[in-house]
């Protein structure tokens, strides 16, 4: 689906005053295109993504998912668009330590009350499109950093969400490992046809992304030439 952002500012509550940590943002990532929020730590990255998400409701400003306004949705019916079509990896999203790689992802459809054996069809597609299937049977303890950041993946993947956003994916990763985790957002992005937006602190992987947005203090700066992106990106981003 289309996501469009138009226009959103957010602000906290901060002592006596607020802190506005989104200051009229916009931006459209279209499906098939992986765009990628770069901006230093506390610059509104993760805000943006839970404002993505539906889970945070901004001051102002709109977020429209294939032209439709959730916030003109019910409680009950955003929840619902949410868990069907967007899919959320966050750095919160731990793994449950006591299962397999493969229960992380059932117990997603067994929350949706799906039908198990279709379900575990489904899981092990997934784990076999990040590279997992050997690993179906390992607790997060025996997996690598890698490993366990594809789990997390794929998991966001089970409600076949056409929205993905991703926080920090490589964060905890090695360079070499942090490149694969990007390399298979990439791949999992056109296979399946995604609207993927992925926050990095990580400018070393741009080049795969089909449009970098640069987050300061809650502005969009659109990348002005010469900046660390690879030639052949290019920066979509809007503000007023
Ligand atoms: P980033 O992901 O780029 O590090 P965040 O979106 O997490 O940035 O935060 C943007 C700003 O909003 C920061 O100044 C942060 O301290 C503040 N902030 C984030 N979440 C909250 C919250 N729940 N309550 C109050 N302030 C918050
Ligand atoms: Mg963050």
Known sequence: MTLHIDDVTLTYPDGEQRLTAL???????EPGTLTAIVG??????????AVAATLITPDSGRVLLNGRDLAQLSRTETAKARRE???????????????????????????AGRDMDAARIQAMDLLGAVGLVPQADKRPSQLSGGQRQRVTIARGLMNQPSLLLVDEPTSA???????????????????RNLTTVMVTHDHEHLATADAVIELTDGRIATLADGDAVEPGVVAIASTR
């Not at 230093?40 to 993504?49: D, E, H, Q, R, T």
């Not at 990763?173 to 296979?191: C, I, K, N, P, S």
């Open 173 to 191: 990763l090695d360079r070499h490992r942090g490149e694969a985790v990007l390399d298979l957002l990439r791949e999992l992005t056109t296979d």
């Open 40 to 49: 230093p730590s506390g610059s509104g990255k993760s805000s943006l993504l």
């Open 23 to 29: 200051d009229h943002v916009s931006l459209t990532a």
């Open 85 to 111: 079509g967007i899919g959320i990896v966050f750095q919160t999203s731990n793994l449950l330590a006591s299962l397999t790689a493969l229960d992380q992802l059932l117990v997603i459809a067994h929350i």
